[in-house]
Protein backbone atom coordinates (compact mmCIF):
# COMPACT_ATOMS: atom_id res chain seq x y z
CA UNK A 1 0.00 0.00 0.00
CA UNK A 2 1.72 2.98 -1.15
CA UNK A 3 -0.97 5.77 -0.89
CA UNK A 4 -1.92 7.76 1.79
CA UNK A 5 -4.92 10.50 2.59
CA UNK A 6 -5.86 12.17 5.65
CA UNK A 7 -8.19 14.91 6.31
CA UNK A 8 -7.79 18.14 7.62
CA UNK A 9 -9.76 22.05 7.79
CA UNK A 10 -10.09 25.53 7.40
CA UNK A 11 -8.36 28.52 6.94
CA UNK A 12 -5.86 30.18 4.53
CA UNK A 13 -2.57 30.86 6.20
CA UNK A 14 -1.02 30.50 9.08
CA UNK A 15 -2.41 33.22 11.09
CA UNK A 16 -6.04 32.42 10.69
CA UNK A 17 -5.91 28.72 11.52
CA UNK A 18 -6.27 29.16 15.59
CA UNK A 19 -9.34 31.25 14.67
CA UNK A 20 -10.55 28.32 13.06
CA UNK A 21 -10.60 25.65 15.55
CA UNK A 22 -13.97 24.76 16.55
CA UNK A 23 -13.50 26.15 20.09
CA UNK A 24 -15.01 23.56 21.89
CA UNK A 25 -11.79 23.16 23.56
CA UNK A 26 -10.51 24.72 26.62
CA UNK A 27 -9.52 22.00 28.49
CA UNK A 28 -7.62 20.29 25.62
CA UNK A 29 -3.95 18.54 25.28
CA UNK A 30 -2.47 21.21 23.21
CA UNK A 31 -3.66 23.92 25.37
CA UNK A 32 -2.50 22.10 28.87
CA UNK A 33 -5.84 19.87 29.68
CA UNK A 34 -6.58 16.42 28.93
CA UNK A 35 -8.64 16.36 25.99
CA UNK A 36 -7.69 14.85 23.19
CA UNK A 37 -6.81 17.46 20.33
CA UNK A 38 -6.91 16.92 16.39
CA UNK A 39 -5.59 19.03 13.76
CA UNK A 40 -7.65 17.99 10.70
CA UNK A 41 -6.72 19.91 7.14
CA UNK A 42 -9.86 19.94 4.84
CA UNK A 43 -9.07 20.01 0.82
CA UNK A 44 -11.41 22.67 0.77
CA UNK A 45 -15.40 23.53 0.28
CA UNK A 46 -15.41 22.66 -3.55
CA UNK A 47 -18.68 20.48 -3.60
CA UNK A 48 -21.73 19.16 -1.63
CA UNK A 49 -19.56 15.82 -0.74
CA UNK A 50 -17.22 18.03 0.99
CA UNK A 51 -19.82 19.89 2.54
CA UNK A 52 -21.05 16.79 3.93
CA UNK A 53 -17.81 15.65 5.28
CA UNK A 54 -16.97 18.03 6.78
CA UNK A 55 -19.98 18.82 8.66
CA UNK A 56 -19.31 14.96 10.42
CA UNK A 57 -16.35 15.46 10.62
CA UNK A 58 -17.03 18.50 12.96
CA UNK A 59 -20.11 16.58 14.35
CA UNK A 60 -18.36 13.61 15.40
CA UNK A 61 -15.13 15.31 16.75
CA UNK A 62 -18.20 17.15 19.80
CA UNK A 63 -19.63 13.83 20.42
CA UNK A 64 -16.25 11.90 20.98
CA UNK A 65 -15.41 14.82 23.21
CA UNK A 66 -12.21 15.15 20.96
CA UNK A 67 -10.77 18.87 20.32
CA UNK A 68 -10.56 19.68 16.47
CA UNK A 69 -8.57 22.34 14.99
CA UNK A 70 -9.75 22.87 11.46
CA UNK A 71 -8.35 24.68 8.28
CA UNK A 72 -9.44 24.82 4.96
CA UNK A 73 -6.83 24.50 2.21
CA UNK A 74 -9.33 26.22 -0.70
CA UNK A 75 -8.20 23.14 -2.75
CA UNK A 76 -4.14 24.30 -2.44
CA UNK A 77 -1.27 21.98 -1.38
CA UNK A 78 0.65 24.69 0.04
CA UNK A 79 -2.00 25.52 2.32
CA UNK A 80 -2.42 22.00 3.37
CA UNK A 81 0.76 22.09 4.75
CA UNK A 82 0.63 24.84 6.01
CA UNK A 83 -2.03 24.10 8.09
CA UNK A 84 0.26 20.24 9.02
CA UNK A 85 3.16 22.75 10.50
CA UNK A 86 1.03 24.47 12.29
CA UNK A 87 -0.51 21.59 13.69
CA UNK A 88 2.93 20.50 14.55
CA UNK A 89 4.00 23.62 16.43
CA UNK A 90 1.05 23.50 18.05
CA UNK A 91 1.73 20.12 19.41
CA UNK A 92 -1.30 18.70 19.11
CA UNK A 93 -2.39 15.04 19.70
CA UNK A 94 -2.75 13.68 15.99
CA UNK A 95 -3.35 15.20 12.59
CA UNK A 96 -5.71 14.12 10.06
CA UNK A 97 -5.57 15.46 6.49
CA UNK A 98 -7.01 14.96 2.84
CA UNK A 99 -4.53 15.45 0.42
CA UNK A 100 -5.20 17.44 -2.07
CA UNK A 101 -3.15 15.94 -4.55
CA UNK A 102 -1.23 12.58 -3.76
CA UNK A 103 2.47 13.78 -4.15
CA UNK A 104 4.55 16.10 -2.32
CA UNK A 105 3.76 15.12 1.42
CA UNK A 106 6.67 13.33 2.05
CA UNK A 107 8.88 16.43 3.45
CA UNK A 108 6.18 17.85 6.01
CA UNK A 109 4.76 14.19 7.20
CA UNK A 110 8.72 13.45 8.32
CA UNK A 111 8.04 16.29 10.59
CA UNK A 112 4.89 15.13 12.02
CA UNK A 113 6.69 11.74 12.68
CA UNK A 114 10.22 13.25 14.03
CA UNK A 115 7.11 15.56 16.20
CA UNK A 116 6.14 11.97 17.50
CA UNK A 117 2.21 13.08 16.19
CA UNK A 118 0.46 10.44 14.51
CA UNK A 119 -1.27 11.25 11.38
CA UNK A 120 -4.16 9.53 9.66
CA UNK A 121 -4.93 10.17 6.30
CA UNK A 122 -8.76 10.38 5.50
CA UNK A 123 -10.65 10.32 1.70
CA UNK A 124 -7.45 10.52 -0.21
CA UNK A 125 -4.53 9.12 -0.52
CA UNK A 126 -0.78 9.92 -0.67
CA UNK A 127 1.12 8.30 -2.98
CA UNK A 128 4.50 8.06 -1.38
CA UNK A 129 6.56 4.51 -0.56
CA UNK A 130 7.06 5.96 2.83
CA UNK A 131 4.27 4.28 4.55
CA UNK A 132 5.32 4.39 7.85
CA UNK A 133 4.17 8.26 7.66
CA UNK A 134 1.27 7.70 8.11
CA UNK A 135 -0.94 5.24 10.58
CA UNK A 136 -4.09 4.32 8.73
CA UNK A 137 -5.96 5.62 5.68
CA UNK A 138 -9.77 5.90 5.66
CA UNK A 139 -11.91 6.13 2.77
CA UNK A 140 -12.99 4.65 -0.41
CA UNK A 141 -11.99 2.30 -2.94
CA UNK A 142 -11.57 5.33 -6.19
CA UNK A 143 -10.56 2.57 -8.27
CA UNK A 144 -13.89 0.67 -7.76
CA UNK A 145 -16.06 3.78 -8.08
CA UNK A 146 -14.39 3.98 -11.57
CA UNK A 147 -15.32 0.22 -12.28
CA UNK A 148 -18.48 0.76 -11.52
CA UNK A 149 -19.62 3.77 -13.60
CA UNK A 150 -17.72 1.61 -16.58
CA UNK A 151 -19.65 -1.57 -16.25
CA UNK A 152 -23.03 0.31 -15.91
CA UNK A 153 -22.24 1.77 -19.11
CA UNK A 154 -21.00 -1.22 -20.73
CA UNK A 155 -24.00 -2.30 -19.84
CA UNK A 156 -26.40 0.33 -21.16
CA UNK A 157 -24.87 1.72 -24.56
CA UNK A 158 -27.33 1.15 -27.24
CA UNK A 159 -25.02 2.04 -30.41
CA UNK A 160 -21.40 3.69 -30.02
CA UNK A 161 -20.74 5.63 -26.59
CA UNK A 162 -18.57 8.74 -27.28
CA UNK A 163 -17.45 9.58 -23.98
CA UNK A 164 -16.57 13.25 -22.60
CA UNK A 165 -14.91 12.81 -19.23
CA UNK A 166 -14.92 15.41 -16.46
CA UNK A 167 -11.84 14.50 -14.45
CA UNK A 168 -11.53 16.34 -10.78
CA UNK A 169 -8.51 18.02 -9.27
CA UNK A 170 -5.65 16.92 -11.43
CA UNK A 171 -3.46 14.96 -9.89
CA UNK A 172 -5.97 13.97 -6.95
CA UNK A 173 -6.10 10.52 -5.75
CA UNK A 174 -9.89 10.42 -6.95
CA UNK A 175 -8.93 11.80 -10.26
CA UNK A 176 -6.69 9.22 -11.29
CA UNK A 177 -8.32 6.35 -9.64
CA UNK A 178 -12.12 6.82 -11.09
CA UNK A 179 -10.11 7.36 -14.62
CA UNK A 180 -8.12 4.70 -13.96
CA UNK A 181 -11.20 2.57 -13.00
CA UNK A 182 -13.46 3.39 -15.82
CA UNK A 183 -11.12 2.82 -18.23
CA UNK A 184 -10.37 -0.89 -16.96
CA UNK A 185 -14.50 -1.29 -17.29
CA UNK A 186 -14.54 -0.28 -21.19
CA UNK A 187 -11.29 -1.83 -21.94
CA UNK A 188 -11.69 -4.02 -25.25
CA UNK A 189 -15.18 -2.21 -25.79
CA UNK A 190 -15.12 -1.15 -29.31
CA UNK A 191 -18.10 0.62 -28.96
CA UNK A 192 -17.01 3.15 -26.39
CA UNK A 193 -14.48 5.82 -26.49
CA UNK A 194 -13.60 8.58 -24.82
CA UNK A 195 -13.37 11.62 -26.89
CA UNK A 196 -12.41 14.20 -24.46
CA UNK A 197 -11.15 14.53 -20.60
CA UNK A 198 -10.60 17.61 -19.40
CA UNK A 199 -10.73 18.43 -15.38
CA UNK A 200 -13.46 20.34 -14.02
CA UNK A 201 -11.33 20.99 -10.54
CA UNK A 202 -14.52 18.75 -8.81
CA UNK A 203 -16.69 22.16 -8.90
CA UNK A 204 -20.11 23.01 -10.43
CA UNK A 205 -18.57 26.16 -11.98
CA UNK A 206 -15.86 24.40 -13.61
CA UNK A 207 -18.26 21.11 -14.94
CA UNK A 208 -20.59 23.82 -16.82
CA UNK A 209 -17.28 25.38 -18.75
CA UNK A 210 -15.33 21.82 -19.51
CA UNK A 211 -19.32 20.90 -20.94
CA UNK A 212 -19.82 24.05 -22.72
CA UNK A 213 -16.15 24.02 -24.20
CA UNK A 214 -16.49 20.59 -25.09
CA UNK A 215 -19.83 20.49 -26.70
CA UNK A 216 -18.42 22.53 -29.36
CA UNK A 217 -15.41 20.92 -29.92
CA UNK A 218 -16.79 17.01 -30.24
CA UNK A 219 -20.93 17.98 -30.57
CA UNK A 220 -21.39 14.37 -31.12
CA UNK A 221 -20.47 13.49 -27.28
CA UNK A 222 -23.56 11.57 -26.11
CA UNK A 223 -22.25 10.54 -22.90
CA UNK A 224 -20.17 11.95 -19.93
CA UNK A 225 -18.54 10.90 -17.37
CA UNK A 226 -18.20 13.46 -14.21
CA UNK A 227 -15.75 12.24 -11.50
CA UNK A 228 -18.34 14.17 -9.02
CA UNK A 229 -22.49 15.18 -8.96
CA UNK A 230 -21.19 18.56 -9.07
CA UNK A 231 -19.17 18.66 -12.08
CA UNK A 232 -21.94 16.44 -13.65
CA UNK A 233 -24.40 19.33 -12.55
CA UNK A 234 -22.61 22.07 -14.03
CA UNK A 235 -22.70 19.89 -17.36
CA UNK A 236 -26.09 19.63 -16.79
CA UNK A 237 -26.45 23.56 -17.19
CA UNK A 238 -24.08 23.34 -20.33
CA UNK A 239 -26.27 20.51 -21.77
CA UNK A 240 -29.50 22.28 -21.66
CA UNK A 241 -28.47 25.77 -22.99
CA UNK A 242 -26.96 24.03 -25.74
CA UNK A 243 -30.02 22.71 -26.16
CA UNK A 244 -29.67 19.61 -25.64
CA UNK A 245 -31.43 16.98 -23.19
CA UNK A 246 -29.29 16.26 -20.53
CA UNK A 247 -30.29 12.12 -19.48
CA UNK A 248 -31.29 11.70 -23.00
CA UNK A 249 -29.55 13.23 -25.71
CA UNK A 250 -26.57 12.50 -23.56
CA UNK A 251 -26.36 10.10 -20.86
CA UNK A 252 -24.51 11.45 -17.55
CA UNK A 253 -22.63 8.90 -15.28
CA UNK A 254 -21.24 10.70 -11.81
CA UNK A 255 -20.23 9.76 -8.72
CA UNK A 256 -20.58 10.72 -4.90
CA UNK A 257 -24.52 10.61 -4.73
CA UNK A 258 -25.30 13.42 -2.53
CA UNK A 259 -29.27 15.02 -2.77
CA UNK A 260 -28.43 17.57 -5.62
CA UNK A 261 -26.99 14.36 -7.83
CA UNK A 262 -29.50 11.93 -6.47
CA UNK A 263 -32.75 14.41 -7.04
CA UNK A 264 -31.43 15.01 -10.54
CA UNK A 265 -30.71 11.10 -10.98
CA UNK A 266 -34.13 10.62 -10.00
CA UNK A 267 -35.81 13.20 -12.83
CA UNK A 268 -33.48 11.60 -14.75
CA UNK A 269 -31.30 13.99 -15.85
CA UNK A 270 -28.23 11.63 -15.13
CA UNK A 271 -28.69 7.79 -15.38
CA UNK A 272 -26.11 6.76 -12.93
CA UNK A 273 -24.45 7.32 -9.96
CA UNK A 274 -21.74 5.73 -8.20
CA UNK A 275 -21.96 6.21 -4.38
CA UNK A 276 -19.13 7.45 -2.64
CA UNK A 277 -19.54 7.87 0.90
CA UNK A 278 -18.30 10.86 2.99
CA UNK A 279 -19.82 10.08 6.51
CA UNK A 280 -15.96 9.17 7.66
CA UNK A 281 -16.41 11.21 10.62
CA UNK A 282 -16.85 8.73 13.43
CA UNK A 283 -14.35 6.36 12.13
CA UNK A 284 -12.00 9.11 11.67
CA UNK A 285 -13.09 9.42 16.09
CA UNK A 286 -12.88 5.73 16.69
CA UNK A 287 -9.33 5.44 14.67
CA UNK A 288 -7.51 8.71 16.21
CA UNK A 289 -8.33 7.34 19.90
CA UNK A 290 -6.82 4.14 19.13
CA UNK A 291 -3.01 5.96 17.49
CA UNK A 292 -3.00 8.31 20.00
CA UNK A 293 -2.89 5.30 22.54
CA UNK A 294 -0.74 3.64 20.66
CA UNK A 295 -2.93 0.56 19.84
CA UNK A 296 -2.58 -0.98 16.61
CA UNK A 297 -5.04 -0.03 13.75
CA UNK A 298 -5.52 -1.97 10.25
CA UNK A 299 -3.30 0.26 7.65
CA UNK A 300 -6.37 0.96 5.24
CA UNK A 301 -9.71 1.33 5.98
CA UNK A 302 -12.45 0.96 3.07
CA UNK A 303 -15.64 2.44 3.20
CA UNK A 304 -18.82 0.62 1.90
CA UNK A 305 -20.56 1.72 -0.76
CA UNK A 306 -22.90 1.39 -3.68
CA UNK A 307 -24.73 2.72 -6.61
CA UNK A 308 -27.96 3.63 -7.98
CA UNK A 309 -30.39 3.63 -10.97
CA UNK A 310 -32.75 6.46 -11.50
CA UNK A 311 -35.49 4.17 -9.88
CA UNK A 312 -33.49 3.38 -7.06
CA UNK A 313 -32.57 7.24 -6.61
CA UNK A 314 -36.19 8.61 -6.20
CA UNK A 315 -36.71 5.58 -3.85
CA UNK A 316 -34.44 6.84 -1.08
CA UNK A 317 -34.16 10.67 -1.91
CA UNK A 318 -36.12 11.64 0.60
CA UNK A 319 -34.41 10.28 3.18
CA UNK A 320 -30.62 10.89 1.77
CA UNK A 321 -28.93 13.25 4.62
CA UNK A 322 -26.54 15.00 2.52
O1 LIG B 1 -15.89 12.72 -4.76
C1 LIG B 1 -15.65 15.09 -4.65
C2 LIG B 1 -14.84 15.93 -3.75
O2 LIG B 1 -12.17 13.16 -2.34
C3 LIG B 1 -13.93 11.61 -2.49
O3 LIG B 1 -13.70 15.14 -3.48
C4 LIG B 1 -13.54 13.01 -2.49
C5 LIG B 1 -13.98 13.80 -3.68
C6 LIG B 1 -15.48 13.76 -3.98
O4 LIG B 1 -14.61 17.17 -4.17
O5 LIG B 1 -16.97 15.52 -4.75
Known amino acids: ?40 AQVGAESGWRTANTK ?4 SAKSAGIELKFSDAQQKQEN ?35 AKIPVILTDRAVDSSDTSLYKTFLGSDFVEEGRKAGKWLTENTDGPAKVAEIQGTTGAAPAIDRQKGFKEAIAGKSDIRIVASQSGDFTRAGGKQVMEALLKSHPDINVVYAHNDDMGLGAIEAIKAAGKKPGTDIKIITVDAVKAGMQALADGEINYIVECNPLLGDQLMDLAKKVVKGEKVPERVVTEETAFTSEQAAKVLKDRKY
Do not use: N
Open 1 to 40: MFKKIAMIGCALALATLTACGSGDGGGSKGSGGDKLVMGF
Open 56 to 59: SVRE
Open 80 to 114: QIKAIRSYIQQKVDVIAFSPVVETGWDAVLLEAKR
